[in-house]
Each structure stands twice: as C-alpha cells, then as structure tokens.
C-alpha cells in the first residue's frame, strides 16, 4: 500500500499560518513597547490592566515569533538558532516571573472596594502591598463600566514612617474623597464628568 502526501498543498497553508503567526508576533511587539504608554495617556481600565506589566506581551511575542520562523523559514541554521532564543527568553521571562518578581514587587491584594454615593457609576479602590517590611497602599478610582470605564489613580502610600500609614479612605459626596493619613486629613475633588482627580497623592 502506498501513501502519498500533496506536499504542494500543506506547503502554502504552513506558510499562510507561518504568516499569521509572524503578523501576531509584530502587533504584540508594538503591544508591548507601546502599550503602556496607551494606557497611561487614555486611563482606559480595560489597558490598564493589560499593560501594567510588560511581560506577558513580551512572551506573547516571542513565542510567536518563534512558531512563525519555524513555518516560514526554509534555512535549518536559521530555525535552530531563533528558536534558541526564543527558548532562553521564554525560560528567562518564565524565572523572572516566577523568582524575581515576587521579590521585587509589591504584591497588590485589593482590600476594600467602595460605590460612589447617590447612584453614581463610580467607585474606590483600596490596595494594599509591601516593600520588604514596609506596609504600601495605592487608592485608585474607577469611573464607568465595560470598556469605557477609566482608571485614575488618587494617591501612593508608603508606611516606612508614621506620616505615610494610610489610616482611612471615605467618599464625601460622589465627587470627593476624604484620605486620612498620619499625616493629616486631605480632600482629594473628583470631575464630575469623568471622576478625574485634582491631585495625585504621595505620601511620604
């Protein structure tokens, strides 16, 4: 018995998918250089979140990349060596996150999550993390939903001294917040279009 595989035919469709993936590879690169930046000029929360490291858009891209030089290119040489570096840098993006990162970074839990009064699409958000030994929050809001909804960070706390312990986040109408520290009593005023801070705490 004999088989016979049309070449001709998986050959285009390799290199269509080869392609594919190479276009993928590009557009989570630009992701990944530009995405940040996209995210803090708009305050979209749905970026936000997606960029706020830029990691997973790396890896994204060179796995990709690597699966697009696989299909496309006809040179052995060429294949082995790019996906040797796409291999170490998958290792290496893989360690750093799973080693480095949980010492370097804060560890933001959120703790407390607050609607605006009177019917507003608005709320607060309390997170809590640490530096070494040192207690950290960030008070975040969030005006809107779905898509749409926009992220405004209100201020950063570090409780290295008495002064920068957050001590208490309230609303005071929809359009103000009222932050107590150790070191005072601070009214941070919201826009009432888009809940747009006047201020951006920092304490110490």
Not at 35 to 41: C, I, Q, V
Not at 77 to 95: D, E, I, K, P, Y
Not at 153 to 174: I, K, M, R, Y
């Amino acid at each position: 018995m004999t088989i016979t595989v049309d070449i001709r035919t998986n050959r285009p469709r390799s290199r269509i998918f080869g392609r594919a993936l190479l276009a993928g590879a590009v557009a989570a690169g630009v992701c990944c250089l530009v995405g940040p930046e996209l995210a803090e000029s708009t305050r979209l929360l749905v970026l936000v979140t997606a960029f706020e490291h830029r990691w997973p858009s790396f890896l994204v891209t060179v796995v990709l990349l690597g699966a697009a030089v696989r299909l496309l290119s006809d040179r052995p040489a060429l294949r082995r060596r790019v996906l040797a570096v796409c291999a170490a840098a998958v290792v290496g993006v893989v360690w750093f996150r799973a080693v480095v990162f949980p010492m370097i970074g804060a560890g933001w839990q959120e703790t407390g999550r607050t609607a605006a009064p009177g019917g507003v699409d608005r709320y607060l958000v309390v997170e809590e993390g640490a530096a070494m030994i040192d207690p950290l929050w960030r008070v975040s809001v969030v005006d809107g939903s779905g898509l749409a909804a926009r992220h405004w960070p209100v201020g950063f706390f570090n409780g290295d001294t008495a002064e920068g312990v957050l001590e208490q986040v309230e609303w005071s109408g929809s359009d103000a917040l009222v932050v107590t520290t150790g070191d005072g009593v601070t009214t941070v005023r919201l826009d009432a279009r888009d809940g747009r801070p006047d201020r951006e705490l920092s304490v110490p």
